[in-house]
């Protein structure tokens, strides 16, 4: 290489401009970790009906979200229990400030006391049959303390659970290691800690896994460390680009970082290959230069297509989702510029020359002969080959319309988690947590007497729950007197439906504190509050479906009273319908731009379409197997479809690459696929290896998200192997065309072939 090389030149300048800049990017990591939140509501964007109509009732009702304490022997005679409510519902001194983390806080016992004094003074049995399931529990004894979430609490979601538990350490006989606790305020801060709290030893376990095979492959310390160092800053330049465009990171968008990382060593290790090829021909300084000019075009079709697979997933309305594709494949793209400039650098100036590599020829190569086998057999195989994975493809297709999708609760923990444990207890002995809000907008309301609107809501709520999946319901109609019936005749009768109106009347205010009621605009805004079980996994769809039909029977005479439907529950299920959509959306994108730019490298319309099976094949072959097992798709499983597509394409390139090489050499397709094979053959198994392996450690993540997409991804990126080794060269040897070779062209391409006489 002449002396007037860029890496000669600028490679110094290249080297300190990478080390200036890293404690900027540290700095980026950094705040981006610090700043990690998750927030399941949040997953929908505003324009959703579902998400507006969730925002409408918080603005009048205030947030559902609450937070549900219990322990063993916490029964309605327990003094422990008012202690509790007290000590959670006091002020906490932060940094000289008084802070409430929560709001309004609610006991069994004291509910149950409302019931029955005056001026209700319900029977003791119906007022703990109207509390069952919400405060009380169904042997009529445990209890609970419900706390909802204050608006300082909503900003700091971990300090207030926190604060939740230090005050069992304020109550006699109490502490925090008894408490059982459950509900919206817990959820996203116990994602936070699944996420975090593994994630450093799982990145030290991924380093060792990818170091360990670079070291087995390169068996070069310095060739290595170069590659792993790229990587390193790759990822963490991935979480400063989130951070300093100010997106706040959550749990999902830590995968795209761990992807970068694995994605950069995957192109590191190609690049290396191509230097350690040229160094039995060339000097390490001239290897350099042949070696970008070899990986240029492969590394940068290879980087583009992982982007445009990742972009697909922008086309999702689900926040994490779009955020995932588009800082993923912002990162991609920035690895690649520093893998084209600061690793040529680095090898320049820190030249890489183990004899081993030196003295090394592909006769030697220890898979020579499987090479030499695979192309000699393909010219015979292709067909069947090629055959077989039509058909694999026409059945995955099939098992892919079977796909279910589901974004609860017990999707983002393993079984054993302690949060699903404290959630199944208190659902066992207490009562359910996933809120559905049923608001019953009454227009007139002076037209209808007070007695009959509350009969009314009475009505309502007994018929909701009655509906199959709901276990708990609460109105004002619960802490009202209770209604006599409407048809009941006499003086007295008028008399007894007089002061129960006159009650009901003076309690109206009460109704607005305890957020039942709300008037707007002259119309009344009654709540009704439906709980279901998250350990029964519902089809939340179906569920809907009968809420609706109950209420709308219900509702029949009264034409003036409006329902609105809102809560976690049509937010989760409009989050599942949103899943299956995207996935179809984001993958037909995917295949449909990177199948354009696989006809423009081939030339050929028809072979560019096949040339899509066997990057295709290993997702819909996971897909559609889980459609026909049932096995239900969620965030994580969502996010490997369209990835593993862009990542799938990497290898395909390459190979594509040197078999086009092969064919302007003037050799024939059987020699040419040789050919692909001795050159990228071993750097496609190291890569493949390192990619999934490398992931394959996250699958060890307590948050179900990560580790489905590891485990996944480590099995699509295996299977999309053996396709790129198997079908891509059969179908190559089905399709292509061998071009005339001109003389130019002939010479180029040996000039670029290490031909092997």
């Given at each position: 290489m002449s002396q007037s090389s860029w890496q000669d030149r600028f490679g110094w300048f290249i080297l300190v401009f990478f080390l200036a800049v890293t404690p900027v990017v540290m700095m980026g990591t950094k705040g981006a970790w610090d700043g990690i939140k998750n927030r399941v509501e949040d997953w929908l964007p505003e324009t959703f009906e579902e998400t507006q109509r969730l925002m409408w009732f918080y603005e009048r009702f205030g947030t559902d979200e609450l937070l549900m304490v219990s322990w063993e022997g916490c029964t309605l005679e327990d003094p422990r229990v008012g202690q509790y409510a007290e000590a959670i519902a006091a002020a906490d001194n932060v940094d000289g400030q008084e802070v409430?983390?929560?709001?309004?806080?609610?006991?069994?016992?004291?509910?149950?006391?409302?019931?029955?004094?005056?001026?209700?003074?319900?029977?003791?049995?119906?007022?703990?049959?109207?509390?069952?399931?919400?405060?009380?529990?169904?042997?009529?004894?445990?209890?609970?303390?419900?706390?909802?979430?204050?608006?300082?609490?909503?900003?700091?979601?971990?300090?207030?659970?926190?604060?939740?538990?230090?005050?069992?350490?304020?109550?006699?006989?109490?502490?925090?290691?008894?408490?059982?606790?459950?509900?919206t305020t817990l959820d996203g801060v116990a994602i936070d800690k699944a996420s975090k709290d593994s994630l450093a030893a799982l990145n030290l376990g991924s380093f060792a896994v990818c170091i360990l095979i670079m070291a087995i492959g390169f068996r070069s310390f310095r060739a290595t460390m170069i590659v792993f160092v790229l990587a390193i800053f790759c990822e963490q330049l991935s979480m400063a680009i989130m951070y300093f465009s100010g997106q706040q990171m959550d749990s999902v968008l830590t995968l795209a970082s761990n992807l970068t990382y694995v994605l950069s060593i995957s192109s590191g290790v190609h690049l290396m290959n191509y230097y350690r090829e040229s160094l039995a021909e060339r000097s390490p300084k001239e290897s350099v230069g042949w070696a970008l000019r070899s990986a240029l075009v492969p590394c940068l079709l290879s980087a583009g297509t992982t982007a445009v697979g990742m972009l697909s997933l922008t086309v999702s309305q689900i926040r994490p989702v779009t955020?995932?594709?588009?800082?993923?494949?912002?990162?991609?793209?920035?690895?690649?510029?520093?893998?084209?400039?600061?690793?040529?650098?680095?090898?320049?100036?820190?030249?890489?020359?183990?004899?081993?590599?030196?003295?090394?020829?592909?006769?030697?190569?220890?898979?020579?002969?499987?090479?030499?086998?695979?192309?000699?057999?393909?010219?015979?195989?292709k067909w069947p080959i090629f055959l077989a994975s039509l058909a694999v493809l026409c059945v995955s297709v099939f098992g892919v319309q079977k796909i279910s999708t589901s974004a609860q609760l017990h999707d983002l923990f393993w079984s054993d988690a302690p949060i699903l444990r404290d959630y199944d207890w208190l659902e066992e002995n207490v009562g359910p947590l996933i809120p559905i809000e049923i608001v019953l907008k009454i227009d007139q309301p002076e037209e209808i007497q007070t007695d009959e609107r509350f009969r009314i809501i009475d009505h309502l709520q007994q018929s909701i729950q009655q509906v199959d999946g709901v276990s708990a319901t609460m109105s004002a109609a619960t802490f009202a007197p209770v209604i006599p019936p409407k048809d009941e005749k006499g003086f007295r009768a008028v008399m007894r439906?007089?002061?129960?109106?006159?009650?009901?009347?003076?309690?109206?205010?009460?109704?607005?504190?305890?957020?039942?009621?709300?008037?707007?605009?002259?119309?009344?805004?009654?709540?009704?509050?439906?709980?279901?079980?998250?350990?029964?996994?519902?089809?939340?769809?179906?569920?809907?479906?009968?809420?609706?039909?109950?209420?709308?029977?219900?509702?029949?005479?009264?034409?003036?009273?409006?329902?609105?439907?809102?809560?976690?529950?049509?937010?989760?299920?409009?989050?599942?319908?949103?899943?299956?959509?995207?996935?179809?959306?984001?993958?037909?994108?995917?295949?449909?731009?990177?199948?354009?730019?696989?006809?423009?490298?081939?030339?050929?319309?028809?072979?560019?379409?096949?040339?899509?099976?066997?990057?295709?094949?290993?997702?819909?072959?996971?897909?559609?197997?889980?459609?026909?097992?049932?096995?239900?798709?969620?965030?994580?499983?969502?996010?490997?479809?369209?990835?593993?597509?862009?990542?799938?394409?990497?290898?395909?390139?390459?190979?594509?690459?040197?078999?086009?090489?092969?064919?302007?050499?003037?050799?024939?397709?059987?020699?040419?696929?040789?050919l692909a094979y001795e050159h990228c053959g071993l750097a496609m198994i190291q890569t493949s290896l390192i990619c999934s392996l490398g992931l394959l450690v996250f699958a060890l993540s307590p948050f179900t998200p990560v580790s489905r997409f590891a485990f996944l991804m480590c099995g699509l990126l295996l299977t999309a192997l053996l396709c790129d080794l198997l079908i891509l060269p059969a179908i190559l040897l089905c399709f292509t065309k061998k071009p005339k070779p001109t003389t130019e062209s002939t010479e180029a391409g040996l000039g670029d072939v290490h031909a092997e006489e």
């Open positions: 409430h983390w929560f709001g309004e806080v609610v006991t069994g016992p004291d509910a149950l006391e409302s019931l029955t004094a005056e001026p209700l003074e319900l029977p003791k049995s119906l007022a703990v049959d109207r509390l069952t399931h919400w405060l009380i529990g169904e042997d009529g004894e445990q209890t609970c303390v419900v706390a909802v979430v204050s608006p300082q609490g909503e900003e700091n979601r971990s300090a207030a659970i926190e604060f939740a538990y230090e005050a069992a350490d304020k109550v006699e006989g109490l502490s925090r290691e008894d408490l059982i606790v459950a509900g955020n995932f594709g588009a800082y993923a494949a912002a990162s991609i793209l920035a690895a690649a510029v520093v893998l084209l400039i600061w690793v040529p650098a680095a090898m320049y100036k820190f030249p890489i020359d183990p004899a081993a590599w030196r003295h090394e020829t592909k006769a030697a190569s220890r898979l020579h002969p499987l090479w030499e086998m695979l192309s000699r057999n393909m010219s015979v195989a439906r007089a002061s129960i109106r006159k009650i009901l009347e003076g309690r109206l205010p009460r109704y607005v504190e305890m957020n039942y009621l709300r008037n707007e605009d002259g119309d009344e805004l009654w709540r009704i509050s439906a709980r279901v079980r998250a350990a029964d996994r519902l089809n939340y769809g179906a569920l809907m479906n009968r809420l609706r039909a109950s209420v709308d029977q219900s509702l029949t005479d009264y034409p003036t009273i409006e329902p609105i439907y809102s809560g976690s529950v049509p937010l989760i299920f409009k989050a599942q319908s949103e899943m299956l959509s995207d996935l179809i959306k984001s993958f037909g994108l995917a295949f449909v731009m990177i199948a354009v730019i696989m006809m423009i490298l081939l030339r050929n319309v028809v072979t560019g379409l096949f040339s899509m099976i066997p990057n295709v094949l290993p997702t819909l072959l996971a897909f559609g197997t889980m459609g026909y097992l049932g096995v239900q798709v969620e965030i994580g499983s969502l996010l490997t479809a369209s990835a593993a597509l862009g990542i799938a394409v990497d290898d395909s390139l390459h190979f594509i690459s040197w078999f086009n090489k092969g064919l302007r050499a003037g050799k024939s397709k059987i020699e040419a696929t040789r």
